[in-house]
């Protein structure tokens, strides 16, 4: 037997015509004894010819006309839109791959200009790079010297 909660559930389609056969037997069957799905079904009914009875608005007569005119406006704002958004990643890409090559070009100069300092001086002991900066114990001397 069907119960109360799957028959509101189906009502709709019950109305459409949609379920046939033993289902739909069973659903007549429950509305026949169930007064609670059978005012769920007539208030079902009245919402739908309360949407039948409603009469579709005309539309203006320039509708299509104005519509159309606002396509064509969105279109060609768009377009101008798109040109920029393509040479903004134009500029983007070409700004990444000469960072990259700049990069790639002080990596190899900096490369050689270490394993130039070491053939000259094969010492270990020693900076490579002649330097007059402050070490940094000096600086955090300076820094904290009055603590």
């Known amino acids: 037997m069907i119960n109360c909660s799957e028959v509101k559930r189906l009502l709709p389609a019950y109305l459409d015509r949609e379920i046939t056969g033993p289902n739909r037997d069973a659903i007549t069957r429950h509305l026949e004894i169930c007064e ?4 769920e079904l007539e208030a079902l009914n009245a ?3 309360g949407l039948r009875s409603v009469k579709t608005p005309e539309p203006s007569p320039y509708f299509v006309t104005r519509t159309m005119a606002q396509i064509q406006q969105t ?8 040109t920029r958004r393509t040479i903004g990643r134009v500029l983007t890409t070409a700004a990444a791959v000469v960072l990259i090559a700049v990069g790639i070009w002080f990596g190899a100069m900096l490369g050689n200009g270490i394993a130039e300092s070491g053939n000259k001086a094969n010492r270990t002991d020693e900076w490579p790079f002649e330097t007059n ?5 000096e600086v955090y001397e300076t820094m904290f010297a009055g603590e």
């Open 36 to 39: 609670t799905c059978r005012q």
């Open 47 to 49: 919402d739908i010819e």
């Open 133 to 137: 900066s402050p070490s940094f114990a």
């Open 75 to 82: 279109e060609s704002a768009t377009r101008g839109f798109k």
